[in-house]
């Protein structure tokens, strides 16, 4: 097809045609040395390249096309689903070698997540690894009578960085969520969005409310840690660290949600209507909207406090989520929660703060117990020459474990002999012991809340010192790391300030 283009001027109209212009061209060319060697070329060789070139961009097409169309999704950790929301696939065993149990057995007084809490999440009637809860990865349980569950995937290397060496304060409060709720009984005045903040107190970061009218810390509420009784306080912002406030947590916690028993600030009255929570439980400020859960009683109850409103959505069939205003207003059961909008009233959040429990012992760990396993963690890069017991405690959550915590003396004798036969005999590793007791001159472990009074004094490096531990000025602790003495070739117990950079991470899991 030729396209015409008039010119008007000089001695009348000139006609152009792509014909013309590619006349031309071959005119101006025809005697250049590379045009003369490109037509000598047989045309069967010119249309063979010129063929070869369009087949490979039309492989590569399709090849693109069918990669990324998996409907089966078997490897959810992609660029398309990270977390494997969207994985329908039938891998049935954790990465650990558990096996899954089918999802519709089970019991919704004991797990968290169940078909008629997460309904259109891929549940029903198998064992298939899934991620209705968007945990990091798909998972499942792993026991029918227990909340116990493990990851199916094995997870991508996370990048995580070393600390300056010029930071002064390496041992930042990661351990804990940054954003956690607070109610507290007989109204909403102290409660509330609590963020944690740059302050510092007894070695702890302090939590501070946050002003929901301009979205800024107010900083006159704050959660801190008293470390010698190792209480979390609801105090006022300019008593931070102090033994006093409006209430305090009666059980020796890590985070202010891993506690349950408040009481009122210089008595010993509970108060039960109160609690400090995460994301994962409850949300203040925030006011759930989805599908009311049918049976006439999702819109229409009314409960003192969130907590109350809660347990009437762990109880009720097919309930997700709820949200809560006030007490003159109904309670809202939701089967499915679609969406949120900010009210600095209310209180939403999901059906039970109950925690599922990671199980399942990674590659490379030693057997202890029938249910227990523990692993010296190597590859964290963080802890690679050493870290503070704060850092150790954080990198072994971030492996789906805790610091070694509890053993039964006989346990500890055998564990002790092993890691003497051991490539890792040379080094230092911190456990889960610490002098964050309510007793002087005795060491407690983190979780299981025992004394090591039962294991043997010949263990330790520097015995004769313990009646210091726990009764220290200021804000140092003595926690318990293992490895080499100066003196003898043997493993023993020794203890430091937990903020000293001595130690990497001794980490333990549950197996089953």
């Not at 702890?204 to 810390?217: C, L, S």
């Not at 293992?482 to 991470?505: M, Q, W």
């Amino acid at each position: 097809m030729e396209v015409n283009m008039t010119e008007a001027g000089g001695g009348g109209a000139r006609s152009f045609s792509i014909r013309g212009y590619i006349d031309n061209w071959h005119r101006s060319v025809q005697y250049e040395p590379w045009f003369i060697k490109l037509s000598t070329i047989d045309r069967r060789i010119l249309w063979t390249i010129f063929i070869s070139i369009f087949l490979l961009l039309f492989i590569i097409i399709i090849a693109a096309a069918t990669s990324g169309g998996s409907s089966d999704c078997d490897n959810c950790d992609s660029v398309r689903d990270l977390d494997g929301r969207l994985y329908r696939g039938q891998l049935s065993f954790t990465r650990s070698g558990l096996q899954c149990v089918n999802w519709s057995l089970l019991d919704r007084k004991i797990h968290t997540v169940t078909v008629d809490r997460f309904p259109d999440h891929g549940l029903g009637d198998h064992n298939n690894c899934r991620n209705p809860d968007l945990s990091r990865h798909i998972w499942c349980y792993t026991s029918l009578d227990k909340n116990h569950f493990d990851f199916c995937d094995i997870p991508k290397a996370k990048k995580v960085l070393a600390p300056k060496e010029d930071d002064q304060s390496p041992n930042i409060d990661e351990a804990c969520d940054h954003n956690i709720t607070v109610v507290v009984e007989n109204g909403l005045g102290i409660s509330g969005l609590f963020v944690l903040s740059t302050l510092w107190a007894n070695g702890r970061g302090v939590y501070v409310r946050v002003d929901f009218t301009d979205n800024k810390v107010k900083g006159d509420m704050c959660l801190s840690w008293h470390g010698r009784y190792r209480h979390w306080w609801i105090q006022g912002c300019d008593f931070i660290g102090n033994n006093g406030g409006v209430a305090w947590l009666e059980e020796d916690a890590r985070c202010p949600y891993d506690g349950l028993t408040w009481r009122r600030g210089g008595t010993n009255d509970l108060m039960n209507k109160t609690l400090a929570t995460n994301g994962d439980c409850l949300e203040y400020g925030k006011e759930y909207n989805g599908t009311i859960v049918p049976g006439g009683l999702g819109d229409i109850q009314m409960t003192e406090t969130p907590m109350e409103c809660q347990e009437i959505c762990w109880l009720a069939q097919g309930c997700s989520g709820f949200a809560w205003k006030s007490r003159s207003t109904p309670c809202l059961l939701f089967n499915k929660v679609t969406s949120s909008t900010f009210n600095n009233q209310s209180v939403s959040g999901h059906a039970t703060c109950k925690r599922k429990e990671k199980v399942g012992c990674p590659n490379t760990h030693i057997k202890i117990t029938d249910d227990s396993c523990i692993k010296f963690l190597t590859d964290s890069p963080v802890c690679s020459e050493g870290c503070s017991r704060y850092t150790a405690m954080e990198e072994c959550e971030r492996s789906g474990g805790h610091l070694l915590d509890y053993l039964s003396p006989d346990h500890f004798e055998s564990f002790m002999r092993v890691v003497q036969k051991s490539k890792y005999r040379s080094q230092f590793w911190w456990t889960g012991a610490t002098d964050f007791s309510k007793k002087e001159g005795e060491f407690s472990w983190e979780i299981s809340d025992k004394t090591m009074d039962n294991v043997s004094e010949e263990l330790w490096v520097n015995a004769s010192s313990h009646d210091t531990v726990g009764i220290k000025a200021g804000d140092s602790h003595q926690c318990v790391f293992l490895g080499p003495s100066n003196n003898t070739r043997e493993v023993l117990l020794d203890h430091s300030d937990c903020r000293d950079s001595v130690a990497k991470p001794l980490c333990q899991y549950l197996s089953k």
